[in-house]
């Protein structure tokens, strides 16, 4: 199962900016935060005469998202690793077009059942991180914010939220699949060891801890969202 199917795709997603993306079928639409794609796909699926460029801070699932969009058929997109999230939006401000919308959804809150040692550590391990890299793990909190320190004017930030749900077997094994690859395979693996903030031991006893929930069918896991869309003057 695709990942736009087993979290609600675009039309729900990101349900502000359907009708500005669908007056404008040639237009450029930057997708800030993309992670493996699927709102990029969906996105570019309904502009296909447009452009869709997925932004990244971390490159770890921009494979994962150019395999998707090749998978889905889909040829209109592309996808871009930038590391520091405030100069992105700066930057996507400067070459909004006047009268061009910057949008952008971030994680503000999660709340997950069931708890273990080994998620608990998992999230401790996570947060320590973002914080050691001067980051936050929940951005979405305060991205209108980020979007006035990109400069725009608190009168054209438009505030919204969201939120996923995953909790059938298919979302359990989509999500706790992710965060168990992530665990022992990627740059947040490498980081953790490179840091001293965990061992190569610890990191599989938290993957075991994710597949654990993955099994259990109580496993539930939401994440809400902080969403803005920004015009520009």
């Not at 608990?120 to 980020?146: D, F, Q, V």
Request: aromatic share 8%.
């Amino acid at each position: 199962m695709a990942p736009s199917e087993l979290i609600a795709g675009a039309q729900s997603r990101t349900r502000l900016l359907i009708c500005d993306l669908t007056s404008n079928p040639e237009c450029l639409f930057f997708d800030v935060g993309c992670g493996p794609g699927s709102i990029s796909v969906d996105m570019a699926k309904l502009v296909p005469k447009g452009r869709v460029v997925g932004i990244e801070y971390t490159s770890d699932p921009l494979n994962e998202a150019r395999a998707f969009a090749t998978q889905q058929g889909v040829t209109n997109t592309e996808f871009q690793h930038v590391a520091d999230p405030i100069q992105a939006l700066r930057e996507m401000r400067r070459i909004a077009k006047p009268g061009g919308i910057v949008a952008v959804r971030e994680s503000a809150e999660l709340s997950l059942y069931l708890k273990s040692l080994g998620l608990e550590a998992y999230w401790n391990l996570a947060s320590t991180m973002a914080r050691l890299k001067g980051g936050n793990l929940h951005p979405g909190k305060k991205i209108h914010t980020s979007a006035r320190e990109a400069g725009f004017e608190r009168s054209n930030i438009t505030c919204s939220a969201g939120a996923w749900c995953f909790s059938s077997p298919e979302q359990r094994e989509y999500w706790g699949g992710s965060m168990q690859e992530r665990t022992l395979s990627s740059a947040f693996a490498t980081n953790a060891v490179e840091m001293n903030l965990a061992s190569q031991e610890e990191l599989k006893d938290i993957a075991e801890a994710w597949r654990d929930w993955i099994k259990n069918d109580d496993g539930w896991f939401s994440l809400l969202h902080g969403e803005i869309i920004c015009r520009k003057e």
